[in-house]
């Protein structure tokens, strides 16, 4: 069983208005999560359906550090060069029932833990959310 919490590419959610250097929205509030960089989690998965010694494991599947929305705000600012700014809300009314329950379990502090799961099954460290933002610098970049 693999359980990432916070996918790194959940912000792709949001490109349009960071290349329109406009605000994304804050859901989580202060909360931090531990964001997986998801070739990680296709990896472990790999890795997992490809050996025996994963039967019947479960892998809570986390990146290395605890970020707020704040933190990989200003990540994506750091890369991109330019400012990204967030906003808080409370559109959760908007989104699909599951979401609203992630997001409800991620601010209550749900998602504040980081795990060795990654680096135990593929004996390297768990990507960064910045070294995921640099490999998609593209998929931000300001629009023409």
């Known amino acids: 069983m693999l359980r990432p919490p916070s996918f790194a590419s959940n912000l792709l959610w949001y490109r349009t208005l960071i290349q329109a250097g406009e605000p994304i929205p804050n859901l989580t509030g202060d909360s931090r999560q531990a964001v ?3 070739r990680d989690v296709a990896a472990v998965a790999v890795a997992a359906m490809t ?7 479960r892998y809570d599947l986390t990146g290395p550090e605890l970020l707020t929305s704040a933190d ?6 750091g890369v991109l060069e ?11 009314d908007q989104l699909p ?3 609203v329950t992630g997001i409800g ?11 060795d799961h990654v680096p135990r ?13 640099r490999d998609h610098r593209e998929a931000f970049a300001a629009m023409p």
């Open 51 to 57: 050996g025996d010694a994963h039967d019947g494991q």
């Open 36 to 38: 997986v960089d998801p």
């Open 82 to 92: 330019r400012p990204v700014r967030i906003t808080d809300t409370n559109a959760l």
């Open 105 to 115: 379990w991620a601010r209550a502090g749900g998602a504040a833990y980081v795990t």
């Open 121 to 133: 099954v593929l004996g390297r460290p768990a990507g960064t959310f910045e070294q995921w933002v």
């Open 97 to 99: 029932a599951g979401m």
């Open 72 to 77: 990989q705000a200003a990540i994506l600012e």
